[in-house]
């Protein structure tokens, strides 16, 4: 179940029905593969695209270069991919990326069962870890809206130690002309049902001022 396809085609060539097997088996793995990253978590259009052509084109370029010396030079080559990407990724996107390279060059290298049975551990496990809870609350961004006369400086602190845990001040910035001052701080509530007691609560605080509280933005777990 393990051994390669192409054993016998080093010197021989590959033949239509081998490339067309591997191929097929490329693209079933990479769309798993998509499926398996899109589960709860966001994504675009684009990227579910790349995961579902990128073993094909690995698996291609391995079975053009069919050698022990080509091979090396494509895997330095097809990894390489990785650095000089336009845009910045979280660690999941990473690590989707290197599964569908390794994907692809187990099918160019004839490992059509391996490459199956890497999908089914990779794409298992992180269905798995996805699935378990995180063990604490959603970190959270709190915007506060405050007039410029009032002291700032623990003004909430009563209010956090009620509400949440581990409260930090991260941003202090003017607005509306250095009339408002706006604090942003970076919360765990102890709770999600206890958020909105907490809000009127500030309400109160800031004279009924805007409160913005949403999750915390894009780009913290980035490689």
């Known amino acids: 179940m393990l051994d390669s396809v192409l054993t016998e085609t080093v010197n021989a060539g590959i033949t239509m029905g081998q490339f067309l097997l ?3 088996t490329s693209v079933l ?11 709860r978590n966001r994504y675009s259009r684009s990227f579910i695209l790349t995961l579902v052509l990128l073993p094909v084109m690995v698996q291609t370029v391995i079975m053009l270069v069919n050698g022990n010396l080509g091979t090396r030079v494509a895997v330095m080559g097809a990894f390489s991919l990785v650095r000089f ?15 569908a390279m390794a994907l692809g060059l187990a099918a160019g290298m004839g490992y ?18 996805v699935s378990l809870p995180s ?22 602190d009563d209010i956090f130690e009620k509400y949440t845990k581990n409260p930090e001040l991260v941003r202090v910035r003017t607005v509306n002309m250095g009339s408002l001052y706006e604090l942003c701080y970076h919360v765990d509530l102890k709770s999600e049902s206890i958020e909105k007691n907490m809000l009127d609560d500030i309400r109160c605080r800031n004279g009924n001022l805007t409160i913005v509280c949403g999750r915390l933005p894009d780009g913290r777990e980035e490689l």
């Open 29 to 39: 793995l990479g769309a798993v593969l998509a499926v398996v990253h899109t589960y």
């Open 85 to 99: 990407r336009s845009m910045p990724g979280n660690a999941r996107e990473i690590g989707s990326i290197f599964l």
């Open 135 to 156: 063990g604490r609350a959603e970190r959270k961004e709190l915007k506060i809206t405050i007039p410029e006369n009032l002291d700032y400086s623990g003004i909430f």
């Open 112 to 129: 059509l069962g391996t490459a199956l049975i890497l999908m089914m551990v990779a794409g298992g496990i992180t269905i798995l870890l």
């Open 22 to 24: 591997c191929t097929v």
